[in-house]
């Protein structure tokens, strides 16, 4: 730039300073988030233990890797959804993926019967779901987002019927299917946050380790998409590639969360909602820990307040659910009125 | 140089940019005009790639804009929207910072630092930097983004109606700057203008489009005057000259 050393004059150096109170602000937030998450995380491994050791933190130890795992892919699943589609309200679940990935696991139990499932190892079963759920997830993304801008509410009313939908049709197979078969299903779609089935646990933390590293890259990319698609693209980011990413991403989380523990409609909401809420940043990677943070204090925290202390171990996901609707019917009161 | 041939857009059976052949050289300012839906908006994301080209090229610099890669490109050319709606709450300094994103990818040096402390200073920012964008007047806004693009440091700058919803003194101040940003800095400033007064007293050359088409294009002298305007505009228009400016008037 052939003028750039008269504005140059202008202006003395500005020392290298990012606003210190922010930076405080997070380092706090943070510190408060980790010891309440540790706190619950020993209280839920050791309060009310009897008998060997050994059994009960191997077995709780177990239920807690769970826990963690469906936190973090619901909590980041929902996030990085929100950074693209450029809105707070919407979320993966809300717009019926994870009855999607429900409809998937059925269809396949019609289609193999469960002698061929159960012919088939479960990581591949699980890969072939997966692989699946990616597919169709990101050609209903395409759908939805890929050409003229909708309205929110009409995005709310889609999602909705496209949950039902899914929801009704995996109904309607699971009526067709021999009912020994649909025992077999069942035990696989009603897991509950404290039956887990253990050969999904190490493929579903492989999972979320790989994607830990490809977010960690895109982190300051992420940060650019947060304003908008005009603005990243002007700003030179690959808008169609680094979507696409995450997209795979999403819907690699969904199917995790979806195939451990079963749909939950608003607990990304809830904290995806609490993290852009406490931390008030546009970064990323402040954004993602935050929200993973509150995930695992919420799940494992819960579960040990309503497990040991209040023995209703059982009703953690109705007491989310309640408590996450009430969030996305604000949200949308609230966005309504602006 | 952004060269433009035979550029076109269609939605359905609507050609927006119809075979456009456009010539931008390097500095000065370039006012597009037109009526409603002459497809100058569209021109103008065609040319920044927000919105893909049906046929034809585009190049900056030499730089295909539908295959160069991203961020070669928004090191030479920076865009600005009519609208710019916000999810994230950002201060004005975090929106200036992006604008280094192309040169730095995220990670601030000191001469990041330098290059938006200097941008915040041109558009007289300095004070409000640590005000979030939704506490601003929209004037004050539009001035943070503008001070975004500007931070981006490119040859080339388009803005796609900056003086949208600006008062008039705003809307003086912002051509203001857009004319010294293209004198010191020797920028190229291309936008999108309705007022034609504005884009006579402060161009160096129009550009005039009309059904997808550029129906002409020249100096303000031959652009603004009676026949050329009621070509783009369907409209008689007078032409008077005040203190050696051309001044159209359209009114009854």
Redo the contacts between chains.
Sequence with gaps: ????A???T??P????A??APERARTRILFAVLGALTVAAVVAFLVVDAQGSWDFVLAFRGRKLLALVLVAFAIAVSTVLF?TVT???ILTPSILGFDSLFVLIQTCLVFALGTAGLSALPPLVSFAGEVLLMVVLSTALFRWLFGGARRSLHLLILVGIVFGVLFRSVSALIQRLIDPNEFAVLQDRLFATFTSVPPDLLGISAAIIAATCVLLWRDR??L??L??????A???????RRLVLRLLVIVSLLVSVSTALVGPVTFFGLLVASLAHQLT?S?RHAVLLPAAVLLAVLALVGGQTVLEHVLDMGTVLSVLIEFLGGIVFLLLVMRGARR | MIEVTAARKEYGTLRVVDDVDLRLPIGGVTSIIGPNGAGKSTLVSLISRLTLLDAGTITVHGLDVSRAPSRELARRLSVLRQENHLTARLSVRDLVAFGRYPHSAGRLTVEDERHIAEALAYLDLTELGDRFLDELSGGQRQRAFVAMVLCQDTDYVLLDEPLNNLDLSHAVDMMRLLRRAADELGKAVVLVIHDINFASAYSDHIVAMKNGRVVLQGTPEEVIAPEPLRRVFDLDVQVHELDGRRIAVYYD
């Design positions: 730039m052939s003028g750039d008269r504005s140059r202008l202006v150096p500005a020392p290298h990012p606003a929100q450029e809105n707070r300051r990319s940060d650019v947060g304003l908008g698609r005009d603005m693209i002007a700003l030179g980011v690959d808008h008030g546009h």
